[in-house]
């Protein structure tokens, strides 16, 4: 059974600073990965998919990394904002059936 | 562009009851998914379309109904609502087909059986 971990749980840190979520898999046959972006009491918001094939995808100040074989991903934050402060999550495809596996989530405070 | 659209938004029922939630898409997407989300136990599939007609279990199926007539609606059955039932409710649906494949989620339905 595929099981999505995200470590820390909660991350503060200042404005300006570069950051990084970590992602971890432990089946490696992914389909593809997304990281979501998730404000309190919203729904989810994709930010990023990186098709098993990829490395990396980017987008403005936001790059996910891919590493199927260590079944790690990462999403690098360029220069925080406040406006970034929302919680992360990452999801695994196992399959072409679009059945997502999610951890739990990164919630990230950006401090003015 | 109305995208997924959930209602609805809140919803208090007492144990027993029962009650549908509505999950509407506008994309022409084939698949669709019901996902709870709990404190601590993150996002969980309850079941899955991957088309009209077309329904399958998830990982936590059990107290849930789904049905699947139309390409743009999928909704959720409770049929005896119970406490642990009490959750955060989001569908989702995504093209497979299309280079992106990207999930798109509607705003969450949030559930209290008391």
């Known amino acids: 059974k595929q099981e999505v971990t995200q470590i820390p749980a909660a991350l503060s840190v200042p404005e300006g600073e570069n950051l990084v979520l970590n992602c971890s898999f432990t089946?490696?046959?992914?389909?593809?990965l997304q990281w979501f972006r998730q404000d309190p009491g919203k729904g989810l918001t994709s930010l990023l998919l990186?098709?098993?094939?990829?490395r990396e995808q980017t987008s403005g100040r936001l790059n996910a990394s891919l590493d199927k074989s260590s079944g790690r991903s990462t999403l690098y934050i360029a220069a925080s904002q406040p406006g970034d402060s929302a919680t992360y999550l990452c999801?695994?495809?196992?399959?072409?059936?679009?059945?997502?596996?999610f951890g739990k989530g990164i919630t990230l405070s950006v401090r003015p | 562009n109305a995208g997924v659209t959930q209602t609805p938004k809140f919803q208090v029922l007492k144990t027993g009851q029962s009650m549908t939630l509505q999950c509407a898409q506008d994309?022409?997407?084939?698949?669709m998914s019901w996902y709870r989300q709990d404190p601590g136990m993150g996002l969980r599939l309850i079941h899955y379309?991957?088309?009209?007609?077309?329904?399958d279990q998830g990982e936590v199926p059990n107290g849930y109904n789904v049905s699947r007539s139309t390409t743009e609606d999928f909704p959720l059955r409770l049929l005896s609502a119970a406490p642990s039932q009490t959750s955060v409710y989001f569908c989702?649906?995504?093209?497979?087909?299309?280079?992106?494949?990207?999930?798109?989620f509607g705003a969450g339905s949030r559930l209290t059986v008391l």
């Open positions: 999801a695994v495809t196992t399959g072409a059936n679009s059945k997502l596996t």
């Open positions: 089946d490696s046959a992914i389909y593809n």
């Open positions: 990186i098709q098993s094939s990829q």
């Open positions: 994309m022409n997407h084939e698949y």
């Open positions: 379309s991957v088309g009209a007609g077309i329904t």
């Open positions: 989702a649906s995504n093209d497979p087909f299309s280079g992106a494949n990207v999930l798109t």
